[in-house]
Structure formats: structure tokens, C-alpha cells
């Protein structure tokens, strides 16, 4: 029979099993924390809801007999928000750090492809580097063109703004991207690339983010 200690060396584990773990570490690394002790308090989470690693909270927000979404956050900022599947879960506790391969280039882009639960506009702040979004688009002005150092050609900009039911954000939209959405359509922004621009948040749809209208307005 095979056990959880002889299936965590990351072998046996699937890509997306590993990939979150990576990106678990990577967290527990960045905040100073302590890898098993971040581990265990997702198990805690998973079975209270909340929990907690120094200064940083974990909370449980949805839970399924698959999976759980999670909401890490520190100081009430959000740093990110993703699925935990329940075999990932399980094996936590029988990680064995030093059989994990570990090399931050390879792995920061493994990252990139991971896939993140959807967050609501209120949880998006300066600390938040990706967000997945459904909002309605409430403001799409006529387009101006921009000159970019990084093209040679102008470029059509119109800078919208989207809103759910818990607030809004700014989303510039570039080129073909203007006439894809109208006011009043709900979207899916998947990898949005957040960042302050003149003192706003913004998310963007850039070469790894995705946007799709998934309800177009009622005319």
C-alpha cells in the first residue's frame, strides 16, 4: 500500500499538485514563514474555516468534496487567492521539503500558469499581482491613441471600468481588445495583471491574461 510520505517525494504528484505546492513554498518563503507550519494551517482552515501563520490569515471560503478555495491574506490586504484540491490537502503534512526540487526561475514561471479562483474587486489591492474577475462592464470611454516607446505604431487605448457587487476597477483596454466588450457586458478576466498606474488600480489583460464576455447587455 502506498503512503503519503513515499508519494510527497514529487514524483508521483501531478504537475498541478506540484505547481501549488512550489507556489506555497514560495509564499512560506517570502513572508518568513515556516513551510510546515504554513502547510498545517491550511489542514486547519480546511476543517475551521480560519486559520492563521504568524501574521498571515488563511480563511476556507468555499469547500467542496473536491476541493477548497482559499483567501491568504496579511494585515486584511490580500496576497493571493487559489484551489486547493483535497489530495494536494491530504499530503501536506507528509511533504518532504529536501526531495522537492527547487529552482526560482523554473518555478516562478510554472507559477504563471497556475489557476487562481475568482476574487472580488474589494479583496484587489498594491499587493495582488494577478486577479481572476467577473464584473459588468460599467464605463467605456471613446478610445484615444497612445504612442509607446516599446511600438512603433500608435495604439488604441480606452480605459473602462468594471464593477461587482462589492466594488470597481479601472481595466485599459488595448487594440482588439476595445471592441470586444460593451457597456453593460459581464467578463471573465482570467491572469489579469494588476498594477497602480497615476495613483489607481488597474487590471489588465496582457499576453498571459485572458478576457472573454460571458453575458452580453440586454438590448
Partial sequence: MQ?????????????????RLWYLIWISKRYNLDVHKFFKSFLDAWEHEKSSCKSISIQ???????????????????ITQLRITKTTLEHLTYVDLEKIPWNETGIVRKMENLKFTDMKIKDVNSKVKWANLKAKVVKKPIASIVYSKFEHNPLGLSTSTISDE????????????INMVSIGDTIQIDRGRVKTFRGELQVSVGKTGKLKVIKHKIK
Fill in 3 to 19: 503512503d503519503g510520505r513515499k508519494r510527497s517525494n514529487g514524483q508521483r504528484q501531478s504537475m498541478p499538485e506540484m505547481t
Fill in 166 to 177: 462589492t466594488g470597481s476597477i479601472k481595466m485599459p483596454l488595448w487594440n482588439n481588445q
Fill in 60 to 78: 476556507c471560503r468555499q469547500k467542496t468534496e473536491k476541493d477548497g478555495a482559499f483567501l491568504i491574506t496579511q494585515d486584511q490586504k490580500v
